[in-house]
């Protein structure tokens, strides 16, 4: 079965330090892409990072990257150099084969607060 | 290039009335979806759309809700009747395609409020 778990409910980290947030997951499929998603109280959803299956590097934007352990089926969120307006509920999503379609599949969300 | 649009932002409307939302895509992206998030949940999928064809509503509370995609580009949800556990954010992405690991880009949402 295809599973998607984020077992910290809520994070707290000081501005300006880096921080954490974990995601593991399982999957039957050999292709399958891994996502964080950012979702600030006003509601939007906003693509951070993508890692491939097969990607050989953990994926990195800017101030984000992915901590990518196939082995321990886990891939977590790292933020480096907190800011106030990174305070947001924070998904896990992976992607996988389901027949003819891929589906996506959400983690129940980390939220982070970021203390000043 | 623009993001993906959704219309009205917000929504407030008494139980066993009927509400529509808009969606338009982002340009090009031949597949659209429509999620329900519920306060303190990830958001659960409620329809998926390749281009003007219906790929996966296994989870549309068909009794209720409809959506239809006519000419392939902008949609439509519609709850009718709405009930009081349909209160929720409704989010819209798209994507290039649903073979794809392109990611699903979102519009900001329609928060609805049922009374």
């Known amino acids: 079965a295809q599973k998607i778990t984020q077992t910290q409910p809520g994070m707290f980290v000081q501005e300006k330090e880096a921080v954490t947030l974990d995601c593991t997951y399982d999957?039957?499929?050999?292709?399958?892409?891994l996502f964080w998603y950012k979702q600030p109280s006003s509601g939007e959803m906003i693509f951070l990072i993508y890692q491939g299956s097969y990607d050989q590097q953990n994926a990195t934007e800017g101030r984000y990257s992915l901590n990518f352990q196939k082995a321990r089926k886990s891939a977590n969120l790292v933020i480096s150099a907190s800011q106030l307006g990174d305070s947001a509920m924070y998904f896990c999503a992976m992607n996988f084969s389901a027949g003819n379609n891929r589906k996506l599949i959400w983690g129940l969300g980390t939220s982070l607060a970021v203390n000043p | 290039e623009a993001g993906v649009a959704q219309s009205p932002r917000y929504k407030i409307i008494e139980k066993r009335q009927s509400v529509a939302f808009w969606c338009n895509p982002i340009?090009?992206?031949?597949?659209l979806y429509w999620y329900q998030q519920i306060l303190g949940q990830g958001p659960k999928l409620l329809i998926q759309f390749q281009n003007n064809g219906v790929v996966d509503d296994s989870q549309l509370p068909k009794d209720r809700f409809s959506a239809e995609r006519l000419k392939g580009v902008d949609s439509t949800l519609k709850i009718q009747p709405a009930k009081l556990e349909d209160s929720a954010v409704y989010l819209c992405a798209s994507s290039p395609g649903q073979y794809s690991n392109q990611p699903q880009h979102f519009g900001d949402g329609t928060r609805l409020s049922i009374l």
């Open positions: 340009s090009g992206h031949a597949t």
């Open positions: 999957t039957s499929d050999p292709s399958y892409g």
